[in-house]
C-alpha cells in the first residue's frame, strides 16, 4: 500500500436501483451458464436488456431484415410480456387490472436497467393500456408521452431510436385498422395472418420514410422477416421468462424451457441468415429530396 493512502467508505448500503442491477446481473449470469454463448447473449439481450455481447454478424443479420429492434427490451416484447402477465390478474377489475399490470412493467423496467429504449417502451405499453379504446385517446397519450420525453431532454428527438419508437407506435394506432379491412378482401382464409401482416405494414409503412431518409434503403424482406421471425423470437422470450421464474422453483423444468428457447433462437438466427440473402431483399434508392417523405 502506498504510504498516506486511506479508504474512505462513503456509503456501504445499495440504492433501491442497484438492488435490481444486481438481479440482472444474476439472471443473466444463469441463461449463460445454462445456454451456449451465442443464443445466450441474443436471450439476455431480448429479455434483460443489453446488446453489447452479441456478436456483429447476428447484429448485421437482424439489421438486414429490419429486426435490430428485436435484440434488445422492446415496446414488442413488454406488449408480449403485458399480454402474458393478464392471463394471471383476469380475477381482478379492469381499473386494478390495468395499475397491477403497469407496476409488474415498471418493475420489469427497473430490472432491465431503465435505459432510454425500456423507458420508452415502457410508456408505449402505458399508451396502449390506458386509453380508452379509441385511437383519438390513445393519439392524445402518445403525443403527450412524446412532449414528456422531450422536454426532459430535448436532444432526444434527434435519436433514430426515439423516432422509430414513436412512429411504429403511430402507425399502428392510425394505419393498423385501415390495413385490416383493406387485407380483409385479400386474406379472408385466415384472421390471424391477416393480423400479423396488419400490425407488420403499419409499423413499416410509418416508419419507412425514417428508415429511407437515415439508411437509403428500403427494406423489402423485412415484411417477410417479421412475419416469420416475430413469433419465434416472442415465444422464445416468453420461454425464457418462464425458465427463469421456474428455475427458482423447480430447476429441471426451468432447464427444459430455456433449451427450448434455445432452439427457436438457433432457428431464428439461421433463417435470419437465410433471409439476408435473398435477392432484392433490400432496395437502395440513395438519397432522396424531402419532398417524397
Same mark, same amino acid.
Given at each position: 500500500?502506498v504510504k498516506?493512502?486511506?479508504?474512505?467508505v462513503?456509503?456501504?448500503?445499495?440504492?433501491?436501483?442497484?438492488?435490481?442491477?444486481?438481479?440482472?446481473?444474476?439472471?443473466?449470469?444463469?441463461?449463460? !451458464?445454462?445456454?451456449?454463448?451465442?443464443?445466450? &447473449?441474443?436471450?439476455?439481450?431480448?429479455?434483460?436488456?443489453?446488446?453489447?455481447?452479441i456478436?456483429?454478424?447476428?447484429?448485421?443479420? %437482424?439489421?438486414? &431484415?429490419?429486426?435490430?429492434?428485436?435484440?434488445?427490451? =422492446?415496446?414488442?416484447?413488454?406488449?408480449?410480456?403485458?399480454?402474458? #402477465?393478464?392471463?394471471?390478474?383476469?380475477?381482478?377489475?379492469?381499473?386494478?387490472? !390495468?395499475?397491477? $399490470?403497469?407496476?409488474l412493467?415498471?418493475?420489469?423496467?427497473?430490472?432491465?436497467?431503465?435505459?432510454?429504449?425500456?423507458?420508452?417502451?415502457?410508456?408505449?405499453?402505458?399508451?396502449?393500456?390506458?386509453?380508452d379504446?379509441?385511437?383519438?385517446?390513445?393519439? &392524445?397519450?402518445?403525443?403527450l408521452?412524446?412532449?414528456?420525453?422531450?422536454?426532459? !431532454?430535448p436532444?432526444?428527438?434527434?435519436? $433514430?431510436? %426515439?423516432?422509430? =419508437?414513436?412512429?411504429?407506435?403511430a402507425?399502428?394506432?392510425?394505419?393498423?385498422?385501415?390495413?385490416?379491412?383493406? #387485407?380483409?378482401?385479400?386474406?379472408?382464409?385466415?384472421?390471424?395472418?391477416?393480423?400479423?401482416?396488419?400490425?407488420?405494414?403499419?409499423?413499416?409503412?410509418?416508419?419507412?420514410?425514417?428508415?429511407?431518409?437515415?439508411?437509403?434503403?428500403?427494406?423489402?424482406?423485412?415484411?417477410? =422477416?417479421?412475419? #416469420?421471425?416475430?413469433?419465434?423470437?416472442?415465444?422464445a422470450?416468453?420461454?425464457t421468462?418462464?425458465?427463469?421464474?421456474? =428455475?427458482?422453483?423447480?430447476?429441471? $423444468?426451468?432447464?427444459?424451457?430455456?433449451?427450448?428457447?434455445?432452439?427457436?433462437?438457433?432457428?431464428?438466427l439461421?433463417?435470419a441468415?437465410?433471409?439476408?440473402e435473398?435477392?432484392?431483399?433490400?432496395?437502395?434508392?440513395?438519397?432522396l429530396?424531402?419532398?417524397?417523405?
Open positions: 500500500m498516506g493512502s486511506e479508504f474512505i462513503l456509503n456501504t448500503k445499495p440504492r433501491w436501483l442497484d438492488n435490481f442491477a444486481i438481479l440482472n446481473v444474476r439472471l443473466k449470469a444463469q441463461i449463460k !451458464n445454462l445456454l451456449p454463448t451465442e443464443t445466450a &447473449n441474443v436471450l439476455t439481450g431480448m429479455v434483460l436488456g443489453g446488446s453489447s455481447d456478436s456483429i454478424e447476428t447484429k448485421e443479420n %437482424f439489421a438486414a &431484415n429490419g429486426l435490430s429492434h428485436l435484440l434488445s427490451v =422492446s415496446g414488442t416484447h413488454l406488449l408480449l410480456l403485458a399480454s402474458f #402477465l393478464k392471463l394471471f390478474l383476469k380475477g381482478l377489475k379492469k381499473r386494478w387490472h !390495468n395499475i397491477v $399490470l403497469l407496476i412493467l415498471a418493475v420489469y423496467a427497473c430490472i432491465c436497467g431503465l435505459r432510454p429504449p425500456v423507458v420508452r417502451a415502457w410508456a408505449m405499453t402505458v399508451m396502449l393500456l390506458w386509453g379504446g379509441e385511437r383519438a385517446s390513445k393519439g &392524445n397519450i402518445l403525443c408521452l412524446c412532449i414528456v420525453f422531450v422536454i426532459c !431532454n436532444v432526444c428527438i434527434l435519436d $433514430l431510436g %426515439f423516432q422509430l =419508437s414513436f412512429g411504429a407506435a402507425g399502428l394506432l392510425w394505419l393498423l385498422e385501415p390495413l385490416k379491412n383493406k #387485407l380483409e378482401r385479400i386474406l379472408e382464409f385466415s384472421s390471424t395472418i391477416r393480423e400479423s401482416v396488419s400490425v407488420t405494414l403499419a409499423a413499416q409503412l410509418a416508419t419507412l420514410p425514417i428508415l429511407v431518409g437515415n439508411f437509403y434503403v428500403i427494406p423489402v424482406i423485412s415484411v417477410f =422477416s417479421n412475419l #416469420l421471425l416475430v413469433p419465434i423470437l416472442e415465444i422470450t416468453i420461454l421468462i418462464l425458465g427463469m421464474l421456474m =428455475s427458482f422453483l423447480f430447476f429441471p $423444468l426451468g432447464q427444459l424451457s430455456l433449451n427450448w428457447a434455445n432452439w427457436l433462437v438457433e432457428q431464428a439461421a433463417l441468415s437465410l433471409l439476408k435473398v435477392p432484392l431483399g433490400n432496395l437502395v434508392v440513395g438519397e429530396p424531402l419532398f417524397c417523405a
